[in-house]
């Protein structure tokens, strides 16, 4: 006879599961030693008649419980292949959309390697501030070397600069200065990569969590 469940009881109980198996293998005894002129195991120091019927019970409970949290994982992972949420980026199955949730933030099976959306980010706001320390430390360096221009034009002493013909120095100032090509105006961008990353996941937290508060499966 099937039980049915709330997703979040199922989720729960799988939780405990895996604690409670951990725990019962951990306690468990299925070898022991005894001589033959004893009465009792070496180890448990009881007879061998209930040390046999302990180690039995121990291993099939160990297997009842190891069928339980196969049939309550199998019922998981069916419900959430067969069932839909909707964000504002689109409908996915519970298990595409935790799928989704868990490469974004850099876990599952490729840890951060598949966080693609991150990896951009972080490259472009690396290039971003490379090329503009570049460019700043480029321009002020040329600024120095023309303020330099000035001086050997006009005299360190001058004091009738605006009659000096400075044209030359202010075309080499233009012709030299550092410019950034942002094509993408990658500020903006890493903006809208941003918001676009933090609202997805909380749509995914909050659609998964109300899914697996309304869903009921059938555990066999």
């Given at each position: 006879?099937?039980?049915?469940?709330?997703?979040t009881?199922?989720?729960d109980?799988?939780d405990?599961?895996?604690k409670?198996i951990a725990?019962?293998?951990?306690?468990?005894?299925?070898?022991d030693?005894?001589?033959?002129?004893e009465?009792?195991?070496?180890d448990?120091?009881?007879?061998?008649?209930e040390?046999?019927?302990?180690a039995?019970?121990?291993?099939?409970q160990?297997m009842d419980?190891?069928?339980?949290?196969?049939?309550?994982?199998?019922?998981?992972?069916?419900?959430n292949?067969?069932?839909?949420?909707t964000?504002s980026?689109?409908?996915f199955?519970?298990a595409?959309?935790i799928?989704?949730?868990?490469?974004?933030?850099?876990?599952?099976a490729?840890?951060?390697?598949a966080?693609?959306e991150?990896?951009?980010?972080?490259?472009?706001a690396?290039e971003?501030?490379?090329r503009?320390?570049f460019?700043?430390?480029k321009?002020?360096q040329?600024?120095s070397?023309?303020?330099?221009?000035?001086?050997s034009i006009?005299?360190?002493?001058?004091k009738?600069?605006d009659?000096k013909?400075?044209?030359?120095?202010?075309?080499?100032?233009?012709?030299?200065?550092?410019?950034?090509?942002?094509p993408?105006?990658v500020?903006?961008?890493?903006e809208l990569?941003?918001e676009?990353?933090?609202?997805l996941?909380?749509?995914?937290?909050t659609?998964?969590k109300?899914?697996?508060a309304t869903t009921?499966?059938?555990v066999?």
């Open positions: 006879m099937s039980e049915k469940m709330l997703v009881q199922a989720l109980e799988r405990l599961l895996v409670k725990d019962k293998i951990a306690k468990a005894s299925f070898v030693t005894i001589k033959p002129n009465d009792k195991v070496y448990k120091r009881i007879s061998k008649e040390y046999t019927k302990e039995e019970a121990s291993y099939q160990i419980l190891m069928d339980r949290f196969q049939r309550i994982d199998a019922a998981i992972v069916d419900s292949a067969k069932t839909q949420i964000t980026y689109g409908t199955s519970v595409g959309a799928s989704l949730r868990s490469r974004l933030k850099g876990q599952g490729y840890n951060g390697d966080d693609f991150g990896k951009l980010q972080k490259k472009m690396h971003y501030n490379e503009v320390r460019a700043d430390i321009n002020s040329l600024n070397t023309a303020e330099e221009m000035r001086l006009l005299g360190r002493d001058s009738n600069k009659d013909p400075l044209g030359v120095v202010e075309a080499y100032v233009k012709e030299n200065t550092t410019e950034l090509v942002d993408l105006d500020k903006k961008k890493l990569l941003d676009k990353r933090n609202a996941l909380t749509e995914l937290d659609q998964i109300v899914s697996n009921f499966i059938e066999a």
